[in-house]
């Protein structure tokens, strides 16, 4: 029986770390852009850098959306990580139960995450805030994220789903099928639109296939039966209806899908919200006019050299492309063959062969500037998330970059978030699925800059909890040698 990973238990503890540790710096890093467009970052951060941890570089710029409380904070993103890995930890059998993590997360609305003193609910979006407020959200969860998505229009697509799931990668990572069910049950907790799904599947999976060696091999990862299920009809059948959980396609037994049945195990356990409140490492926002804030910033002067190739020149990883795109390859038919669709166009045309065609064409672009990361009628859109984080996390390191800063893993993870962040648009949300897909690929030590995490706010309680946490995947692991 082959190795259920190539990589080494110290190894596999970094890059579960790197993961995590990685998806919370690029939602912490991220925000100093977030919902600006391409233009206003320029404005305000030139071509870099953006000051972060402990590392110089121009000043976040400070508004009612960026308190100079929030530096080196993650948000939301990282947050609902967190309900799910708190979720996963409960039950600790490998599988996530969407009833519990659903009533997790009304927790979140409700009370944030008191272990940190972190707001309700902060940075809730219309969708996730929309689904949670659904009467039927707390016991039939699929129902209430397709109640949401059919009365917008059957439309939205947004990164919700998308930006929260680097943990159930890691969960049961050399169980590709667990991961696959696991990613799909989580997602349509809140997005029942299949392109938000499979962003969130792809992600996982690269995530997990990561964890098991790929990347690093062409030969070998071709050689791979990643999920061997996927060769079975009847299993690609069975994903493809699991779409259609909490739809209107099969009438009443799609809408009340069936759920596991509680036990004293997987029954949501409330937290001791007084207990907690008591010992937690909570901050006091400082609210200021952001006139006054910003008015001392230097002035920002474009650098005629960024220290590196850049995203755009440095090019693909010959090994990462092939294992992404492996990926895609794997899984675009669940889009494909759907039936959870809106109406489609003109006669001949079917809305989920321009999905698929979309999701290529935003997962393997040539440059940055097709994804239009900027644009504010679409900077949400579960595509160009999923899309920046897989054409980044597939770029090669750069051999000879002018400034050491820029040289090794750590070095790509510093340019990479530094020229997706000064795209603006929905920044924070595409560099966690960055960071995760790039700490997974080379960990935590080596991978990530020293200054930028272990500057992170909460970091003692994050690296206690993500040490828990890694600690019983691979002790699960371990019992599936």
């Not at 925000?31 to 121009?58: D, W």
């Amino acid at each position: 029986m082959p190795p259920l990973s190539t990589l080494s238990k110290e190894q596999l503890r970094d890059r579960i770390r790197g993961c995590l540790i990685g998806s919370a710096v690029g939602d912490a890093y991220g925000l100093a852009t977030e919902f600006m467009s391409t233009p206003m970052a320029t404005k305000c951060y030139g071509n870099g850098p953006i000051a972060f941890g402990r590392e110089p570089g121009y000043p976040v710029w400070e508004d009612s959306h960026r308190l100079e409380s929030d530096r080196n904070d993650f948000t939301d993103d990282t947050d609902q990580m967190l309900v799910i890995l708190q979720s996963l930890d409960q039950v600790g059998d490998g599988k996530l139960y969407p009833v519990n993590f659903a009533k997790r997360l009304y927790e979140w609305r409700e009370h944030g995450i008191p272990e940190l003193g972190t707001d309700p609910g902060r940075g809730l979006g219309y969708t996730v805030g929309s689904v949670l407020q659904h009467p039927m959200f707390q016991s039939n969860p699929h129902l209430a994220a397709f109640d949401i998505w059919n009365s917008t229009g059957r439309n939205l697509a947004p990164n919700g789903a998308v930006m929260r799931t680097a943990v159930v990668g890691v969960e049961s990572f050399w169980d590709e099928s667990r991961v696959v069910e696991n990613s799909m049950a989580a997602a349509k907790v809140t997005h029942c639109d299949p392109r938000s799904v499979l962003s969130a599947l792809i992600s996982s999976v690269l995530i997990s296939r990561l964890l098991r060696g790929g990347g690093v091999d062409e030969a070998h990862d071709n050689a791979q039966a990643w999920n061997p299920k996927l060769s079975e009809p009847a299993y690609r059948q069975e994903l493809i209806m699991y779409l259609e959980r909490g739809t209107d396609l099969g009438g009443r037994q799609s809408m009340n899908p069936q759920y596991d049945v509680e036990n004293s195990i997987s029954r949501f356990q409330p937290k001791d919200y007084e207990a907690l409140s008591l010992r937690r490492l909570g901050k006091e926002a400082m609210v200021r006019r952001s006139q006054q804030i910003n008015e001392n910033r230097p002035k920002v002067v474009l650098r005629s050299d960024i220290g590196w190739a850049g995203i755009d020149n440095v090019g693909e990883d010959k090994a990462m492309g092939s294992l992404a795109r492996s990926v895609v390859a794997d899984y675009k038919f669940l889009i494909q063959q759907t039936n959870v669709a809106p109406p489609s166009g003109q006669a001949g045309e079917r809305v989920q062969d321009r999905w698929a065609e979309e999701l290529e064409a935003h997962c393997f672009p040539q440059s940055t500037k097709e994804l239009l990361l900027g644009d504010s009628h679409s900077i949400g859109y579960t595509f160009k998330c999923v899309g920046i984080a897989y054409y980044g996390a597939t770029r090669r390191e750069d051999p000879s970059p002018t400034s050491p800063e820029y040289g090794g893993p750590a070095g790509l993870f510093r340019g990479l978030m530094e020229q997706v962040t000064l795209q603006g648009g929905d920044a924070d949300t595409n560099d966690a699925v960055l960071g995760s897909l790039l700490g997974a690929r080379f960990g935590l030590e080596n991978g990530i800059p020293l200054g930028w995490w272990s500057e992170l706010q909460h970091l003692q309680w994050l690296n206690e909890t993500i040490e828990r946490y890694t600690q019983r995947v691979l002790d699960n692991y371990d019992a599936h040698q």
